[in-house]
């Protein structure tokens, strides 16, 4: 199986829309989960149009202005939907991958810049895992956090130990386990080119992790 994740900073051109066309294309994923959509109204032509065929199931939580959105596709012969939820910060569906019987939950997350902002984001999605239950989460997207320094290049001036422990903390006590990134090392760059972190993370249950020997989440950034 294979999930694919992507900060895309906008969908509404005409050239980010090509490049995510082309990533569907290249690496045909059976769920994709894109933050920073940058769009109140995302449509089922929209949707279609960027998977190129019909067979594609889609959940989306709308932008605020020009802030934020999400969106989450999925190909219906790989997943089967079984329902979907949202909350101030993160989507989620739940569902059946294909030859299995058990459901999985698979959220998008985009957090806050803020430090308040991120730790209700992590509070709201603990209390979420624990309210629903089961054993089988993906939980992946932009948590605008790091967990250690090395994790950040070319960043001065900014003390995030509290944020990193706090991180740290959420990623601890929600029982996920943090998958290895494939791909690249860091995922989020500046214009210059020497300043980078590691914004996006992929948490799993480790049951689900142990069963998806075939598991691959690869981490995507486009450059425009």
Request: aromatic share 12%.
């Amino acid at each position: 199986m294979k999930f694919l994740t992507l900060n895309v900073r906008g969908l509404g051109g005409r050239l980010k829309k090509w490049e995510v066309r082309k990533l569907i294309k290249v690496h045909k994923p059976w769920l994709f989960c894109i933050q920073e959509t940058k769009m109140e109204v995302v449509s089922r032509r929209l949707c279609e149009s960027l998977w190129s065929h019909e067979d594609v199931g889609w959940f989306s939580k709308p932008a605020v202005g020009h802030s934020g959105g999400l969106l989450i596709l999925w190909d219906k012969s790989k997943f089967v939907l079984s329902e979907f939820f949202m909350g101030t910060h993160y989507i989620g569906v739940v569902g059946c991958l294909v030859g299995e019987s058990q459901k999985v939950s698979v959220v998008n997350v985009y957090a806050p810049c803020d430090l308040e902002g991120k730790k209700g984001c992590w509070r709201e999605l603990i209390q979420v895992i624990e309210a629903r239950g089961g054993d089988r989460w993906c939980v992946v997207g932009d948590f605008n956090a790091i967990r250690c320094e090395e994790e950040r290049k070319g960043v001065r001036g900014f003390d995030r130990r509290e944020e990193m422990r706090l991180f740290s903390d959420f990623v601890n006590s929600s029982g996920l386990l943090d998958l290895q990134m494939f791909g690249r090392q860091f995922t989020w760059f500046r214009n210059d080119g020497k300043t980078m972190s590691r914004l996006d993370w992929y948490l799993v249950f480790v049951d689900f992790a142990s069963s998806r020997e075939g598991l691959k989440i690869l981490t995507l950034s486009l450059v425009l």
